[in-house]
């Protein structure tokens, strides 16, 4: 389906909700608040559906607060559902089992099983925000008008592009990227207050926090891979969640010779791997052996009943493979 008709749904819809993948990240929670505003623009009844609360860095996104964590499934005359950002139905951060509307996919991961009543899936863009950019002005949103609203719809979509382009230097980022980039710029976003509110603002603790779990890090298979354990003990230590854990996977690819990070989280019943490639290396192939998915340099994988150290060897096995 081409995105024109995913515009012509929501145009001809009565009450939209919109959603994204659980842990919502910054693109997920970037695009879904810029498609909200975007909507009411052009006076849709749209509204946030969320099981998650968010992640305590993006409370500075416009209408951030309306995600409360208490709507969890589409309330009473729904009739579209728009998930955006997410490869899956299981990964849907709702409840949509009593749920007999349109459901809409809109994303951008390759690992997407086209899981909607229509489907829309661009693997070429960087952030699902350059797909909702798209949308909203398939959608009649004129963006080159700059007042509080538009300027408020580009603040959230300028987040989707910096967290899911590592601030524009990922192999992602395409001239489309650089080119919405900039249109965001011309509106007015500030892009300085954009990144220091996502990352220059972590609580000491977790600084010291992250120092304990790098000087953790361990280089195996030759020096091609960084791993990173993530016990709760270390997290408890300092007082903090854990929660989100794309700071920390980074140091891994910074180190020289380094091909893959992996970053193994412990959580309740189970852990949550992270891998992340350099060059070549197609960690999603690797996380759809088991049950994950994501992109060919960013992937994750949920993985029940096993420890930290039984999840480090199957994968590791599979890494080696690879390189
Ligand atoms: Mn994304």
């Known amino acids: 389906m081409d995105l024109k008709s995913i515009s012509e749904i929501l145009l001809g819809a009565k009450k ?8 919502p990240d910054g693109d997920a929670v970037g695009s879904v608040l810029a498609l909200l505003q975007g909507l009411r623009i052009i006076n849709k009844d749209a509204y946030i559906i969320s099981k998650d609360k968010l992640s305590e860095n993006l409370n500075y996104l416009p209408a951030s607060n309306e ?11 729904t009739d579209v559902v728009i998930v955006l950002d997410c490869g899956n139905l299981e990964r849907v951060c709702a409840n ?17 099983d086209f899981y909607g009543d229509s489907n829309y899936v661009d693997t070429t863009a960087s952030a699902t925000a350059e797909i909702v950019y798209e949308l909203l002005g398939l959608l009649g949103v004129d963006l080159s008008i700059d007042n509080e609203k538009t300027l408020n719809v580009a603040t959230c979509l300028y987040t989707s592009l910096v967290t899911d382009t590592g601030c524009f230097r990922h192999s992602n980022v395409t001239d489309r990227t650089l080119l919405i980039a900039s249109n965001l710029k011309k509106i007015g976003v500030n892009n300085t207050y954009i990144y220091q509110s996502l990352f220059d603002n972590k609580e000491f603790d977790r600084v010291r926090f992250i120092g304990k779990v790098i000087s953790n890090m361990k ?49 309740e019943n189970g852990v949550k791997c992270s891998l992340r490639s350099k060059n070549d290396v ?9 049950g994950g998915g994501g992109h060919t340099k960013a992937a994750g994988i949920s993985v029940k009943d096993k420890s930290i150290n039984e999840a480090k060897e199957i994968l590791l096995k599979e890494i080696e493979k690879e390189l």
């Not at 909700?17 to 842990?23: D, L, R």
């Not at 949509?96 to 997407?112: A, P």
């Open 219 to 267: 280089l195996v298979l030759g020096g091609k891979v960084a791993l990173i354990e993530l016990p709760n003990s270390f997290a408890n230590e300092f007082s903090i969640e854990i929660g989100d854990t794309s700071d920390i996977i980074s140091y891994g690819l910074q180190i020289k010779g380094v091909e893959v990070t992996l970053l193994i989280k412990e959580v």
């Open 67 to 77: 995600v409360t964590g208490n709507i969890t499934e589409p309330t009473q005359d």
């Open 282 to 290: 197609d960690v999603r192939k690797i996380a759809e052996i088991f």
């Open 96 to 112: 949509l089992s009593n749920f007999n509307g349109v459901l809409l996919n809109v994303d951008h991961h390759l690992s997407n």
């Open 16 to 23: 939209i909700g919109i959603t994204y993948h659980v842990s």
